[in-house]
């Protein structure tokens, strides 16, 4: 996918971040000096003591060439969602910790920048899943996740009892703690800790894993890019949640179901040219290799 040199530049930014007023000053200069116009969303925009210059992530996406975030994955994950389905290509600036979708760190943003503003950068385009509460055969909401979509419980739940079907097929019941539904994007995140595959970032298709499952045997599975995957509560002692992406949250109760498929959508991500991702996950992951 080919990049473009940037007219107007979006900047979106964690304003509990304690760098991020300093950066946002940088960026700010470095656009102006670059004569490149700047549209701040309402959070960058408090930190400047202007907070009426801002505007909603949603306008950004309609108007800007290219969107900077300043903050950390957390951040990320919310402009995608306010972006509403906007191909805006979105550039991460890491201001938090781990930082697999705001690779680069705050200290190399003039440099970073820069080369972004000259047209120098790679996209990658991720799919989100498009995910579906439905009670009594009635759909109640529906949400897009970049990341992952997850069933829990509570923490002073008991287990719950899930059962999953793929395409209208049963694949089995688990009694389990819960289930995610990962992208490849949202590989690296929780379902990796629960035991999933990391996916590489043009593949298709979805991960489902399950949290803590009493039965060893159960595994995760990776369903194809337009597979259909409903997970019905079928027991559960005290509250279930629907985590999209981390962020957003909603009550669930025994016979309600979730429908999870490819979105529609995705989220144009800018990187700097020629990062490695193999190398990402060997800095981020602390892979090392053996001693031999």
């Known amino acids: 996918m080919k990049a473009r040199t940037p007219?107007?530049?979006?900047?979106?930014?964690?304003p509990d971040k304690p760098q991020a007023r300093a950066c946002l000053a940088r960026l700010l200069q470095l656009l102006r000096d670059r004569k490149v116009a700047a549209l701040l969303d309402h959070r960058a925009a408090a930190i400047t003591h202007h907070p009426n210059a801002g505007c909603a992530i949603r306008k950004i996406g309609r108007e800007a060439d290219l969107l900077i975030v300043l903050g950390g994955d957390g951040t990320m994950l919310r402009v995608a969602r306010e972006l509403c389905g906007a191909t805006t290509p979105v550039f991460g600036i890491n201001l938090g910790r781990l930082g697999f979708l705001t690779s680069v760190r705050s200290n190399a943003l003039v440099e970073a920048v820069g080369a972004v503003l000259r047209g120098e950068y790679d996209l990658t385009e991720c799919q989100e899943l498009r995910t579906t509460l439905l009670r009594d055969g009635k759909r109640l909401e529906t949400s897009d996740a970049l990341n992952d979509v997850v069933v829990s419980r509570s923490a002073f739940s008991r287990i719950v009892r899930l059962r999953l079907a793929i395409d209208g097929e049963l694949l089995t019941e688990y009694m389990c703690d819960g289930m995610i539904f990962a992208t490849a994007t949202g590989s690296t995140a929780y379902s990796l800790s629960a035991g999933g595959p990391i996916m590489l970032p043009?593949?298709?298709?979805?991960?489902?894993s399950p949290i803590c499952p009493h039965t060893l045997s159960n595994r995760s599975v990776i369903a194809s890019p337009d597979s259909v995957a409903r997970c019905r509560v079928m027991s559960a002692a005290g509250e279930l949640l629907l985590t999209i992406d981390g962020q957003v949250q909603s009550r669930m109760r025994v016979g309600d179901e979730v429908e999870v498929r490819r979105s529609p959508h995705t989220v144009r991500l800018a990187t700097p040219k020629g990062q490695s991702y193999f190398e990402l996950l060997r800095?981020?992951?602390?892979?090392?290799?053996?001693?031999?």
Do not use: E, M, Y
């Open 7 to 14: 007219k107007i530049v979006g900047i979106a930014a964690n």
């Open 283 to 292: 800095q981020k992951l602390n892979w090392s290799g053996a001693n031999v």
């Open 202 to 208: 043009h593949t298709r298709g979805f991960i489902i």
